[in-house]
């Protein structure tokens, strides 16, 4: 937002020779950090205004035209490329022989396509006084042509802060807003004048303006004017809880008076018509936007606020038809008295009842908006305005009333006349927050005591009420919607006693910064899985709408949907990593990387649950085997490797058919009761369906489960240094029987000295098995710390496992 010191100067009695770099450097602390500063009103000595007499075009040429200009009865021929001025209007001349502010060269004399310029007509970007490059400055009527540009303005050298105001300040996007901040830090008087005029017309201090005096409706104010008829009303306390006017009548449109075009220009803003500019004045000045009605073309006349019905259009007066009412929130509309919408309510007016030259009468409407409403409206319709900005952050209910009464006082001019203050609603009541000194101190570092705690909160407007000694009630101004909460009245303290005055403490502490037995996990996880020789992948957490089908996972609750996706095919948030793992794994195979194993450490979502408004969101880790070799029992080998790099006690697999993997090669896994994943073959048709071939390997487990499943002790086992001995079993089982259980039977019956077992052979023949039955071979190792076990003890071992095995699974030893 670009500041003029000049205009700071109207609030505050600022010193005309202060320090730029103090004042830059304080508003920095501020927290209102200064991106650029310029000085304007110098190095314009040659400029001078002139008025266009005539345009013509230039043959052969395009882009520029002909232009002749009178200076004080001399006609002067210049080319100039803007096409935003015409015959009649009044513009900056820079003459012959002029250096621009910021230019090394001077205006020359020169052709252009055979026509001669003696000159440059100037935009308010080559003048300094602002960032518009789109066209030239047209200046007010009235002007003595001839006369020096700087004089004919009023304009004397200046300096412009353009600052960079973050979103929880909305009351620093007006003057009055920073000249407070800077008042306080200077300690010096704040005061808003009582009304606007030209630099030094009143001095700072002068009596502020008038809001209520308190929460509630507008003294003296009604819902109708018995004069013009016209009204104002709500419909909808939610949307525009206060709606306040004021009638104009008398008004004579045209140009505004050259000290307000200054402070337009001078503010980043282009001066429209007398009523217009008066209205985007106020809101530059006080943060109040309002907006100008023709009265006369108001059915009624009357304003009423209310929400958008389904369907309804409004021409805003940017010229785009909009559809309104067709979100998921309502869009708050103001319309005329025939019920036909006018309006946006704090994003724009209608073209219907646009201001123009033809205007005499006057409705100025100055309202509070639900700020979320508001915000809601504009992103919808993609339509931000310098309105919609303001009220999106919320602006001060209390002032709004006034701030009419100020707009319409501009409008009316010499001439005009000022009809009654309408106002339908009541202001919210002032928040109260509870301020304890002590907690300022615990969090700041600091030792201030209650005096200069409640001096920083008072000289920005809050009110105190002291209830005890270091604890006091807080009555927060309608200006700072933003200080909801302790906190943020401890913010204002150390704003205002200086960041740089708190003194720099290195925090101690018993215990030095680690990482939280999660955390722990997770980095182990992907050790281990990247020791078992994977490579971590990293894939979109956005999905197509159809993916999640493919995966064998129809929809079975609305999806999790982006309101804003940039394409469809990632408009969803996943509920699993397997498509965008497949996708990976058909990449580097279409790449002749055929050998790839991948895992992903990832969030997954489902839909709310219970009613709650957020996703279930889960980290995962999933991996895909699609090497040589790589089926269900290469998974189950991963998953016994990341059992025990985690220590879980015991671990397994059981039974189960998952979304999206293979019925009878898959299940889920296990640690203890808990079941904390899932494992085995992709589904060929799921693979297919990716475009893959052949068996895969699937793993996927759940990281918080995980975290609450009992582990074995961190303990070291002796090693033995004597001879192991290997049994080898192989049982027939039914297709069924899943061969973790077998498994889990046979470490229970193996005892203590069972040292390693592993499943090395899966064999399937109806004519040998029978149907619907396979064959699972294990290799069992056997080993005692004190001796070389003998042949007897050996054989005893074997029986007591095939014995075990046998009475628990309808299994048979194979011969």
């Given at each position: 937002?670009?500041?003029?010191?000049?205009?700071?100067?109207?609030?505050?009695?600022?010193?005309?020779?202060?320090?730029?770099?103090?004042?830059?450097?304080?508003l920095?602390?501020?927290?209102?950090?200064?991106?650029?500063?310029?000085?304007?009103?110098?190095?314009?000595?040659?400029?001078?205004?002139?008025?266009?007499?005539?345009?013509?075009?230039?043959?052969?040429?395009?882009?520029?035209?002909?232009?002749?200009?009178?200076?004080?009865?001399?006609?002067?021929?210049?080319?100039?490329?803007?096409?935003?001025?015409?015959v009649?209007?009044?513009?900056?001349?820079?003459q012959?022989?002029?250096?621009?502010?910021?230019?090394?060269?001077?205006?020359a004399?020169?052709k252009?396509?055979g026509?001669?310029?003696?000159?440059?007509?100037?935009?308010?970007?080559?003048?300094?006084?602002?960032?518009?490059h789109?066209?030239i400055?047209v200046?007010?009527?009235?002007?003595?042509?001839?006369?020096?540009?700087?004089?004919?303005?009023?304009?004397?050298?200046?300096?412009?802060?353009?600052?960079?105001?973050?979103?929880?300040?909305?009351?620093?996007?007006?003057?009055?807003?920073?000249?407070?901040?800077?008042?306080?830090a200077?300690?010096?008087?704040?005061?808003?004048?009582?009304?606007?005029?030209?630099?030094?017309?009143?001095?700072?201090?002068?009596?502020?303006?008038?809001?209520?005096?308190?929460?509630?409706?507008?003294?003296?104010?009604?819902?109708?004017?018995?004069?013009?008829?016209?009204?104002?009303?709500?419909?909808?306390?939610?949307?525009?809880?206060?709606?306040?006017?004021?009638?104009?009548?008398?008004?004579?449109?045209?140009?505004?008076?050259?000290?307000?075009?200054?402070?337009?220009?001078?503010?980043?803003?282009?001066?429209i018509?007398?009523v217009?500019?008066?209205?985007n004045?106020?809101?530059?000045?006080?943060?109040?936007?309002?907006?100008?009605?023709?009265?006369?073309?108001?059915?009624?006349?009357?304003?009423?606020?209310?929400?958008?019905?389904?369907?309804?259009?409004?021409?805003?007066?940017?010229?785009?038809?909009?559809?309104?009412?067709?979100?998921?929130?309502?869009?708050?509309?103001?319309?005329?008295?025939?019920?036909?919408?006018v309006?946006?309510?704090?994003?724009?007016?209608?073209?219907?009842?646009?201001?123009?030259?033809?205007?005499?009468?006057?409705?100025?409407?100055?309202a509070?908006?639900?700020?979320?409403?508001?915000?809601?409206?504009?992103?919808?319709?993609?339509?931000?305005?310098?309105?919609?900005?303001?009220?999106?952050?919320?602006?001060?209910?209390?002032?709004?009333?006034?701030?009419?009464?100020?707009?319409?006082?501009?409008?009316?001019?010499?001439?005009?006349?000022?009809?009654?203050?309408?106002?339908?609603?009541?202001?919210?009541?002032h928040?109260?927050?509870?301020l304890?000194?002590s907690?300022?101190?615990?969090?700041?570092?600091?030792?201030?005591?209650d005096?200069?705690?409640?001096?920083?909160?008072q000289?920005?407007?809050?009110?105190?009420?002291?209830?005890?000694?270091?604890?006091?009630?807080?009555e927060?101004?309608?200006?700072?919607?933003?200080?909801?909460?302790?906190?943020?009245?401890?913010?204002?303290?150390?704003?205002?006693?200086?960041?740089?005055?708190?003194?720099?403490?290195?925090?101690?502490?018993?215990?030095?910064?680690?990482?939280?037995?999660?955390?722990?996990?997770?980095?182990?996880?992907?050790?281990?899985?990247?020791?078992?020789?994977?490579v971590?992948?990293?894939?979109?957490?956005?999905?197509?709408?159809?993916?999640?089908g493919?995966?064998?996972?129809?929809?079975?609750?609305p999806?999790?949907?982006l309101?804003?996706?940039?394409?469809?095919?990632?408009?969803?948030?996943?509920?699993?990593?397997?498509?965008?793992?497949?996708?990976?794994?058909?990449?580097?195979?279409?790449?002749?990387?055929?050998?790839?194993?991948?895992?992903?450490?990832?969030?997954?979502?489902?839909?709310?649950?219970?009613?709650?408004?957020?996703p279930?969101?889960?980290?995962?880790?999933?991996?895909?085997?699609?090497?040589?070799?790589?089926?269900?029992?290469?998974?189950?080998r991963?998953?016994?490797?990341?059992?025990?790099?985690?220590?879980?006690?015991?671990?397994?697999?059981?039974?189960?058919?998952?979304?999206?993997?293979h019925?009878?090669?898959?299940?889920?896994?296990?640690a203890?009761?808990?079941?904390?994943?899932?494992?085995?073959?992709?589904?060929?048709?799921?693979?297919?369906?990716?475009?893959?071939?052949g068996?895969?390997?699937?793993?996927?487990?759940?990281?918080?489960?995980?975290?609450?499943?009992?582990?074995?002790?961190?303990?070291?086992?002796?090693?033995s240094?004597?001879?192991?001995?290997?049994?080898?079993?192989a049982?027939?089982?039914?297709?069924?029987?899943?061969?973790?259980?077998?498994?889990?039977?046979?470490?229970?019956?193996?005892?203590?000295?069972?040292?390693?077992?592993?499943l090395?052979?899966?064999?399937?023949?109806?004519?040998l098995?029978?149907?619907?039955?396979?064959?699972?071979?294990?290799?069992?190792?056997?080993?005692?710390?004190?001796?070389?076990?003998?042949?007897?003890?050996?054989?005893?071992?074997?029986?007591?496992?095939?014995?075990?095995?046998?009475?628990?699974?309808?299994?048979?030893?194979?011969?």
């Open positions: 937002m670009r500041t003029p010191l000049s205009w700071l100067r109207d609030f505050a009695p600022i010193d005309a020779d202060a320090d730029v770099d103090r004042l830059t450097e304080l920095n602390e501020l927290g209102l950090v200064v991106d650029g500063v310029s000085r304007v009103g110098e190095g314009l000595d040659g400029v001078v205004v002139a008025r266009v007499e005539e345009i013509h075009a230039i043959e052969g040429a395009d882009r520029i035209r002909a232009v002749v200009v009178d200076v004080a009865g001399t006609p002067t021929h210049v080319v100039c490329g803007a096409w935003n001025f015409s009649g209007d009044l513009v900056p001349l820079a012959v022989g002029t250096v621009l502010p910021g230019a090394d060269f001077a205006i004399r020169r252009m396509r026509a001669e310029s003696n000159g440059m007509l100037c935009s308010g970007a080559e003048l300094g006084l602002s960032a518009d789109a066209g400055l200046l007010p009527e009235g002007l003595e042509t001839g006369r020096a540009f700087t004089e004919a303005i009023g304009l004397s050298p200046d300096v412009v802060f353009d600052l960079d105001i973050t979103a929880n300040r909305p009351d620093a996007m007006s003057v009055a807003g920073v000249a407070r901040d800077l008042a306080a200077l300690r010096i008087p704040f005061a808003v004048p009582a009304r606007p005029g030209p630099p030094g017309s009143e001095p700072a201090g002068a009596a502020p303006v008038g809001p209520p005096a308190g929460p509630g409706s507008t003294p003296g104010a009604g819902e109708r004017d018995s004069t013009t008829g016209a009204r104002v009303g709500t419909e909808d306390a939610s949307l525009c809880p206060l709606f306040t006017a004021r009638v104009v009548e008398g008004v004579t449109v045209g140009t505004s008076p050259a000290w307000l075009t200054t402070r337009l220009t001078l503010a980043g803003m282009r001066s018509n007398s217009v500019d008066a209205s004045y106020v809101m530059l000045e006080l943060g109040q936007p309002t907006h100008p009605y023709d009265l006369d073309l108001l059915p009624g006349p009357a304003l009423v606020a209310r929400a958008a019905r389904p369907g309804e259009t409004l021409k805003t007066l940017d010229g785009v038809e909009r559809t309104l009412g067709t979100g998921a929130h309502p869009d708050c509309v103001i319309t005329d008295g025939d019920d036909r919408v309006g946006i309510g704090g994003v724009m007016g209608g073209e219907s009842s646009e201001i123009s030259a033809r205007t005499t009468r006057v409705l100025v409407e100055a509070y908006f639900a700020p979320m409403a508001v915000a809601r409206t504009s992103k919808r319709l993609g339509l931000r305005s310098e309105a919609s900005a303001r009220f999106e952050r919320g602006t001060d209910p209390d002032i709004a009333a006034a701030c009419a009464d100020r707009v319409a006082a501009l409008a009316a001019g010499a001439g005009g006349t000022l009809g009654a203050g309408l106002s339908t609603g009541r202001t919210p009541a928040s109260r927050i509870r304890r000194t907690r300022v101190n615990a969090l700041l570092g600091t030792d201030l005591g005096a200069v705690v409640h001096g920083h909160l000289r920005i407007g809050f009110g105190i009420a002291e209830l005890s000694p270091g604890e006091a009630e807080v927060v101004p309608g200006w700072r919607p933003d200080v909801t909460a302790e906190v943020d009245l401890i913010e204002e303290v150390a704003r205002h006693h200086g960041y740089a005055q708190v003194t720099r403490t290195v925090p101690t502490t018993t215990q030095v910064g680690r990482l939280s037995p999660y955390q722990r996990d997770r980095r182990l996880l992907r050790q281990v899985v990247a020791g078992a020789g994977l971590e992948a990293w894939t979109p957490s956005l999905l197509g709408p159809d993916d999640h493919l995966v064998g996972r129809p929809e079975e609750a999806g999790l949907a309101t804003n996706p940039m394409t469809r095919e990632e408009s969803e948030l996943r509920r699993t990593m397997m498509p965008g793992l497949l996708r990976a794994v058909r990449f580097n195979v279409g790449h002749r990387n055929e050998n790839i194993r991948l895992f992903e450490v990832g969030q997954v979502f489902a839909p709310p649950a219970g009613g709650r408004g957020l279930d969101e889960h980290e995962q880790l999933a991996a895909v085997l699609a090497g040589p070799g790589d089926d269900a029992p290469a998974a189950v991963l998953w016994r490797t990341l059992a025990d790099g985690l220590r879980l006690r015991e671990p397994g697999i059981r039974a189960a058919a998952p979304p999206g993997l019925p009878t090669r898959s299940g889920e896994l296990t203890g009761a808990a079941v904390v994943g899932v494992i085995g073959e992709v589904d060929p048709a799921v693979a297919a369906a990716f475009g893959l071939e068996r895969l390997g699937w793993l996927q487990v759940d990281l918080e489960a995980l975290a609450g499943a009992e582990r074995r002790p961190a303990a070291t086992a002796e090693v240094v004597y001879p192991s001995s290997d049994v080898d079993l049982f027939v089982v039914d297709e069924a029987v899943p061969a973790s259980e077998v498994e889990s039977t046979l470490r229970r019956a193996a005892g203590d000295l069972l040292i390693g077992l592993r090395f052979d899966v064999f399937r023949d109806e004519a098995l029978g149907p619907a039955r396979r064959s699972l071979a294990w290799s069992l190792r056997f080993c005692a710390l004190d001796h070389t076990l003998t042949d007897a003890e050996v054989a005893s071992l074997r029986q007591t496992c095939v014995d075990a095995v046998q009475s628990s699974h309808p299994a048979v030893l194979r011969g």
